[in-house]
C-alpha cells in the first residue's frame, strides 16, 4: 500500500489567499507483508538540550557534539510521540494510545488524527499497554470518569509491569527526577492500571495472543516493558517502544542514562541487546519516539555503538 499523510489545513495570507500549511502530516500508511499498518504522531516536545532527559551526568558539550555529528539543531532536543496502528487479519490492533490530556498542548492529538485516517475508535479490537508511563496510557481514557476511548477492545498489560505499579511500594529510586516527579509517576501509573483492576487481560513475553505477533520481554525502561514483533509474508517490524529514546543519542550512545529509566543499567543491556538483534536480522523497526513516521533500520557501528537509518517515505 502507497503512503497517506494528512495534516492541518492550508493557511491563510493577510490577503486571505490560502498558502501552505504550518502543520506536518498526521499519519502514514503502510503494509507489513499482508497486514495494514498506520503510524500516527501524537505530538512532540522540544526541551533545551541542558533540560533533556538525555545523558543524565554527562557534559552539555558532549550532547552537542552529539547533535552537531547527526546534523540536528543544538539548542532543544525533539522528542516525538507515535502511535502505532495494525490491522491484523480481522484484528485492529493498537499499541499504546499517547498522550491524552497527560501532558498538555505538546500531545493528544491521536484522537482527531485517527479520525482523519478514517479510523473509529469503537473499530479497535486489541490495545496493547507496553508500560504505565503517561504518553503511553494517557489516550485510553477520557473526561474525569476515565470512560475507556475503546470501549470495543480487549486491553493488554504486561503482569510484572501491572504487579509493579499496583504493588504497595514501587522502587522508583534510580529515576534521575526530583522526588516530586517520582511520586507522580507512580501516582499516575497506579491510577490508570487501578482505574480498570479487573478489565485487563495479563500477559507475559511469549505469549502467543494473534498470529503474527510476538510478545518480547524488554526491562529497564520500567520492569514489565514490552516490546513487540509483527510478521507477515516474510516482513517483520520490531516495535521497540521506548527501549530506544532518540534517534541520535540512543543510538551513538546507548550507554548514556535516560532519566525515565526506572532500571538504568537494565534499560542499557536491554537496548544494546535488541538494538543487535535489528542490525543482525537487519529487521525494519518502529519507536515510540523516533523521528515520524518512526520507521528505520539499525546499523551496527564500531565501539559498541549504532547508527539509526530512516527508512524512505514511500509515496506510491
Known amino acids: 500500500m502507497g503512503a497517506e499523510a494528512t495534516g492541518g489545513g ?6 486571505g489567499a490560502k498558502g501552505v500549511g504550518l502543520e506536518q502530516p498526521a499519519f502514514y500508511r503502510f503494509k507489513i507483508g499482508a497486514f495494514e499498518a498506520i503510524a500516527f504522531n501524537d505530538g512532540a516536545f522540544n526541551p533545551p538540550v541542558a533540560q533533556s532527559p538525555f545523558g543524565v551526568g554527562e557534559l552539555v558539550e558532549a550532547k552537542v557534539a552529539v547533535l552537531r555529528d547527526a546534523f540536528l539543531p543544538i539548542e532543544t532536543v525533539n522528542l516525538q510521540f507515535n502511535v502505532l496502528l495494525v490491522r491484523m487479519g480481522t484484528e485492529w490492533v493498537l ?3 499517547g498522550c491524552g490530556a497527560a501532558f498538555g498542548a505538546a500531545g493528544g492529538r491521536l484522537a482527531a488524527q485517527m479520525a482523519a485516517a478514517g479510523v473509529k475508535p469503537e473499530q479497535i479490537n486489541a490495545v496493547f499497554l507496553t508500560h504505565a508511563h503517561g504518553d503511553h496510557f494517557g489516550g485510553l481514557f477520557a473526561g474525569e470518569e476515565r470512560a475507556l476511548v475503546f470501549k470495543n477492545a480487549t486491553h493488554f498489560v504486561g503482569r510484572t509491569e501491572f504487579d509493579f505499579w499496583t504493588g504497595a511500594s514501587p522502587d522508583v529510586s534510580a529515576l534521575r527526577q526530583p522526588e516530586e516527579g517520582r511520586k507522580g509517576m507512580v501516582a499516575g501509573a497506579r491510577g490508570a492500571l487501578e482505574a480498570w483492576r479487573g478489565k485487563w487481560q495479563l500477559i507475559a513475553p511469549g505469549d502467543r495472543l494473534i498470529e503474527g505477533l510476538e510478545v518480547i520481554a524488554a526491562p529497564g525502561h520500567t520492569p ?3 516490546v513487540f514483533l509483527i510478521s507477515s509474508g516474510g516482513e517483520q517490524v520490531l516495535h521497540i ?4 529514546h532518540h534517534h541520535a543519542f540512543s543510538f551513538a550512545r546507548p550507554e548514556w542514562v535516560l532519566a525515565f529509566d526506572v532500571q538504568p543499567e537494565l534499560a542499557e ?3 544494546r541487546k535488541l538494538l543487535d538483534r535489528a542490525a543482525a536480522d537487519r529487521l525494519k523497526v518502529f519507536g515510540a519516539h523516533m523521528p515520524f513516521p518512526a520507521l528505520g533500520h539499525v546499523k551496527a557501528s564500531e565501539g559498541r555503538r549504532y547508527e539509526y537509518v530512516i527508512a524512505p517515505w514511500a509515496v506510491g
Open 224 to 226: 514489565g516493558h514490552l
Open 95 to 97: 499499541f499504546d494510545a
Open 269 to 271: 543491556a536491554t537496548r
Open 10 to 15: 492550508a493557511g491563510e495570507d493577510a490577503r
Open 241 to 244: 517502544v521506548d527501549a530506544v
